[in-house]
């Protein structure tokens, strides 16, 4: 090998130890990525455990080897945990203390018997598992992702293979007790797929981390904070272009919405809102866009919707808003619903588009309300 074991220990320590403390303050940061602080801990002890294994290089002890297992097996455990809660959202905790706890227990009564090397093989192949099941979970989620999520995949794999080659390789030579530190083929392999993937585990999720984040505040900015529906930015900032024949744009406000508040409160009309855009949301198809664009009026663009279509979904809303009581301490809010439709029969854009909804629905609202207007003026319901 190029260098000694002791020079990539130490190298596998900093660069452990410099991930760890950049996690950790990534962490302090932003103290809702639970995460981060599992990987940073789970790090922490990684690091001691390797300083534990390194140790012993001049001086074999078997109670130095076994602490440095029981660390290895507790830190990749954590690291496991802070993957399953940044892929899915939850820790896995009783995955996490099973499989850790079998490792603990097994390795521990292997060297209590003096059977070190065969405590080792059981910590080698424990390390494997967890490091699997953390690729398992990178690669369940890389819908997210798919390059990123698949490469951190790819290197947790390849690093859970290189411990099992090291249970292995012990196995193989029938070294089921020790009298000095495990060295062999798949030790040195091990030694340098550690170092290198945890260059490449930490940078990628390091990626991984911010380009979540920037996802998260890019949806936050286009995402009207009250109804949970688009805002206007997110309606007209995309590219001006006109969009394909048979779009239609269908924009409803709820009547007297002014007397609501002054009435029952900013809070209930709040809720009365927020009951408008569910009934909206549980109208609309996956691939329709649904908005709130100013105080109480909301905008839904159709594609592929032929005007029977879009009347019927826009009547449908308005039955169902009509139907709707709105529960409050100062009674029940009941309101009605004015919709007016605008349908793209040649070149438009969507802003066309919505000024002959609008005109429609200023129709509907000076023909009695509680209604809904084609742009043509027709009566569409």
């Given amino acids: ?64 080897l076994l602490v440095s297992f029981v660390l290895l097996m507790s830190g990749f455990g954590l690291l496991y945990a802070g993957s399953a809660k940044f892929c899915s959202s939850r820790f896995n905790w009783f995955t996490v203390f099973a499989v850790v706890g079998l490792g603990v227990l097994s390795t521990s009564a292997a060297f209590a018997m003096g059977y ?39 290197l947790y794999l390849i690093a859970a293979l290189s411990f099992v080659a090291c249970g292995y390789a012990l196995a193989e030579q029938g070294q089921f007790v020790l009298t000095a530190r495990p060295s062999n083929w798949a030790e040195d392999i091990n030694s340098i797929v550690v170092i290198a993937g945890l260059t490449g585990i930490g940078t990628l999720s ?38 394909p024949v048979g779009t239609a744009v269908v924009a409803m406000d709820l009547d007297h919405f002014k007397t609501i508040n002054d009435r029952f409160g900013h809070d209930s009309g709040d809720r009365t ?36 279509a879009s009347a019927a979904v826009a009547e449908r809303i308005r039955a169902q808003i009509e139907a709707m009581s709105v529960p409050t301490p100062l009674g029940p809010i009941r309101t009605t619903v004015s919709g007016g439709i605008a349908h793209a029969t040649g070149s438009e854009t969507i802003q066309s588009l919505l000024i002959r909804a609008d005109e429609a629905l200023y129709e509907a609202k000076t023909s009695g309300r509680n209604r809904v207007k084609l742009s043509n003026f027709g009566l569409a319901a």
Avoid at 39 to 61: E, H, K, M, T
Avoid at 137 to 148: F, G, H, I, M, V
Avoid at 208 to 234: C, V, Y
């Fill in 273 to 308: 809102l927020k009951a408008f855009a569910e009934i909206i949301a549980a109208n609309v198809r996956s691939d329709d866009l649904a908005a709130r664009i100013g105080g109480e009026e909301f905008c839904i663009v159709m594609l592929n919707s032929s005007p029977r």
């Fill in 206 to 243: 390091l990626t991984l981390n911010q380009a979540r984040i920037a996802n998260r505040h890019k949806s936050e900015a286009m995402t009207d904070a009250l109804t949970g529906l688009l805002n206007r930015q997110a309606l007209f900032d995309g590219p001006p272009g006109h969009v």
């Fill in 116 to 154: 070190s090397g065969t405590g080792t093989i059981a910590a080698n192949v424990v390390i494997g598992m967890l490091l699997l099941l953390t690729a398992f979970q990178y690669w369940t989620a890389r819908a997210e992702s798919p390059l990123l999520m698949a490469a951190n995949a790819t």
């Fill in 1 to 64: 090998m190029l260098l000694d074991q002791f020079s990539i220990l130490v190298a596998i320590g900093f660069s452990g130890a410099s991930l760890g403390l950049t996690l950790c303050m990534m962490w302090v940061v932003g103290k809702s990525e639970t995460h981060l602080l599992s990987w940073s801990i789970g790090l922490a002890l990684i690091v001691a455990g390797v300083a534990f294994f390194g140790s012993i290089i001049q001086r074999y002890d078997a109670n130095l």
